[in-house]
């Protein structure tokens, strides 16, 4: 895995009843031993950003399930059998079992882009992107246009530090954390019992 996520990690910053995970059954078989599956079903994500995909008895949907592949292009000929785990603004997000990267499947666009190289790193984002929603404050800038410059450092931080480790999630401008991104350094996405909500100007 790129980063070290832990359940304590998590449960720390969110607590435990903010805390998603995934059941082994809810995998088909060929995902269910994985290193991300794993991880999911034992640390799981914090719900807020990031959701992670409903299940019934029959387990999590597959990608044919969820869109028409033969409106894509450029798909993984085995791309059809890999669960949905999740989903980030419009896009499924799908855990490719032999590889343990995160691809998102825009069913708009009817594009799919690999977004993580592994699952570590998808939860990564999505813990420093909520922790950044429910934390920052304009309370203390002088002026609307300097809360908005700092809060456009955080999220570039987000950008840079992940990139380092994992180029996927911000490798252009048109992935899905680039633009959910953008819209949190416009002030979007803040919950309204947060600081930063109760805090933004205007």
């Known amino acids: 895995m790129l980063f070290d996520i832990t359940r304590g990690r998590l449960a720390d910053a969110f607590g435990e ?16 031993g994985t290193e991300g599956a794993r991880l999911l079903q034992t640390v799981g994500v914090p719900t807020g950003t990031l959701w992670l995909r ?15 592949l033969e409106n894509f292009e450029d798909v ?6 890999w669960p949905v785990i999740g ?7 799908a855990l490719e079992p032999g ?12 594009t799919v882009q690999g977004l993580h190289t592994d699952v570590s ?17 304009f ?15 955080e999220v570039e931080r987000v950008r840079v530090e992940t990139s380092a480790v994992d180029p996927l999630p911000f490798q252009d401008d ?25 805090s933004l100007p205007g």
Request: hydrophobic fraction near 40%; charged fraction near 30%.
């Open 17 to 32: 009843d903010r805390l998603v995970t995934l059941p082994a059954t809810a995998f088909p078989p060929a995902a269910a």
């Open 54 to 68: 409903e299940h019934d008895a029959d387990g999590l949907p597959l990608v044919r399930d969820v869109v028409h």
């Open 76 to 81: 993984p000929h085995d791309a059809g059998e």
């Open 87 to 93: 989903w980030l603004l419009n896009a499924h997000l």
């Open 99 to 110: 590889s343990g990267a995160v691809h998102a499947f825009d069913p708009d666009e009817e």
């Open 121 to 137: 790193s998808l939860v990564q984002v999505g813990l420093r992107f909520q922790r950044l929603l429910e934390e920052f404050t």
């Open 139 to 153: 309370d203390d800038d002088s002026d609307e246009e300097a809360g908005f410059e700092r809060l456009d450092r």
């Open 174 to 198: 048109e992935t899905v954390w680039s633009v959910l991104g953008e819209e949190i350094a416009m002030g979007q996405h803040f919950r309204g019992d947060s600081p930063g909500a109760r």
